[in-house]
């Protein structure tokens, strides 16, 4: 598995078909106005330089096939790529006034190149597509002159900007953003955040995939949109560090400014969401139909009158034991449960998470099945337990998953 590209954030069973994932539309991001073009895959889109006033266009899903159990989310987790100079890197002191381009490269723009790598297909002319015809992965860029000092969280916005509205659900981490100094250049720095696309076909995964900057100090950008199949690249970590260290190396494109202090934030989405009644950067990404039906102390519970999925921060619990108790009972409080299985491991998370199926009876008698999940943070003594209840036998997963992930997918900590 490559560890330098941005990997990408979790995909919710059932698996997708060995066609692998619908393809992304690549988002474009240039100045002066506002057009939408034809392209293989769908559509490039030319937003303006975060002014874009355009209405965002929003669907219904599709009526889901009956299921008998809850797809449960194999949450990846995101792993911070290497900022540290490898062995054999060498850091130029100064940006040359000239970058030689291997002859079977693909530039970006500015002398910024991908170099040519055997597994990968290059479609498209800024953006460029590279898709590696081994892993699925796709990985869409593009170079930009940006503004000297530019909070990176900005071109962030402003990419997830251009697709944001294309998709009826859509989760999303907080920004990470590094310190200078990526992969050992210093005068580039790396920022990113992850996604999970909805799919109403239920018989493929949602799509996950990580918008990422490569910024440099005098505004010469890397924008990179990374999607597919989890736990792959399209790039390979060689790929990806000629790459940056082409960005480093470009000509310069004004003068360098300070870096700006940039801190993690959330997104900002057309699609409805809401905060959590317990300190984190998260939101509740809402699936259409869904609305808040309770909220008291530290627990929430959304509902769309057949479905409700709630979660709840808990304290106090030392071991995953502890943790796994915890949400027993909060399960049984305000229903019946009958059965509950064992608790298993939720593998793939940040955090240790466990997970069990359930069936009662709810408050007004209506039979009712689910699942119940725990993430336990044992440096805080911290929890979260999310409980899905089902008063029919069809209910949409990848709706569930996304929900889920928008609160603790790639979590870290709970505070």
């Not at 997708?16 to 073009?37: E, Q, T, W």
């Amino acid at each position: 598995m490559s560890s330098f590209p941005p990997p990408q954030p979790p995909q919710v069973p059932p698996p997708a078909p060995a066609s692998g994932p619908r393809r992304r539309s690549p988002g474009l991001i240039i100045g002066g106005f506002v057009a939408v073009a034809a392209a293989a895959g769908g559509a490039t889109f030319l937003a303006t330089r975060g002014d874009d006033s355009g209405t965002a266009q929003t669907s219904t899903p599709t009526t889901v096939a009956p299921t008998t159990s809850l797809p449960v989310s194999d949450t990846l987790v995101i792993t911070v790529p290497n900022t540290t100079a490898p062995v054999d890197t060498t850091i130029a002191d100064t940006t040359p006034d000239t970058v030689v381009i291997p002859s079977d490269a693909t530039e970006l723009g500015y002398s910024v190149y991908v170099p040519a790598q055997a597994d990968l297909t290059v479609e498209g002319d800024d953006p460029y597509t590279f898709t590696n015809t081994d892993t699925g992965i796709a990985t869409i860029l593009q170079v930009l002159n940006r503004n000297a000092g530019e909070d990176p969280n900005d071109l962030l916005q402003e990419y997830i900007d251009t697709f944001d509205g294309d998709y009826p659900l859509i989760a999303y981490t907080a920004s990470e953003v590094f310190e200078p100094g990526h992969l050992g250049f210093a005068n580039v720095r790396l920022a990113r955040v992850s996604y999970e696309l909805y799919q109403a076909d239920q018989s493929q995964s949602n799509v996950g995939g990580a918008v990422y900057v490569v910024v440099r100090d005098d505004g010469l950008s890397i924008v990179g949109d990374v999607y597919g199949p989890p736990e792959d690249t399209s790039l390979s970590d060689e790929t990806y560090r000629e790459m940056v260290a082409s960005l480093s190396n470009a000509p310069s494109v004004g003068d360098a400014a300070p870096w700006f202090p940039a801190s993690p934030m959330l997104p900002t989405s057309v699609h409805a969401s809401v905060p959590l009644p317990f300190p984190t950067l998260r939101r509740l990404s809402l699936a259409p139909g869904y609305e808040v039906a309770d909220q008291s102390g530290s627990t929430i519970t959304v509902s769309n009158g057949s479905d409700s999925l709630s979660f709840t921060r808990l304290d106090t619990l030392v071991t995953i034991d502890d943790a796994t108790a915890a949400a027993v009972r909060t399960l049984e409080s305000g229903r019946s449960v009958g059965a509950t299985d064992e608790f298993v491991a939720d593998s793939g998370q940040t955090l240790p998470t466990m997970r069990a199926n359930w069936s009662g009876t709810d408050s007004d008698g209506v039979a009712v099945t689910g699942n119940v999940w725990v993430v336990h943070d044992a440096a805080r003594g911290t929890a979260i337990v999310a409980i899905a209840t089902h008063r029919t036998n069809e209910w949409d997963g990848n709706q569930i998953g996304v929900m889920i992930d928008s609160v603790w997918w790639s979590l870290a900590s709970i505070d």
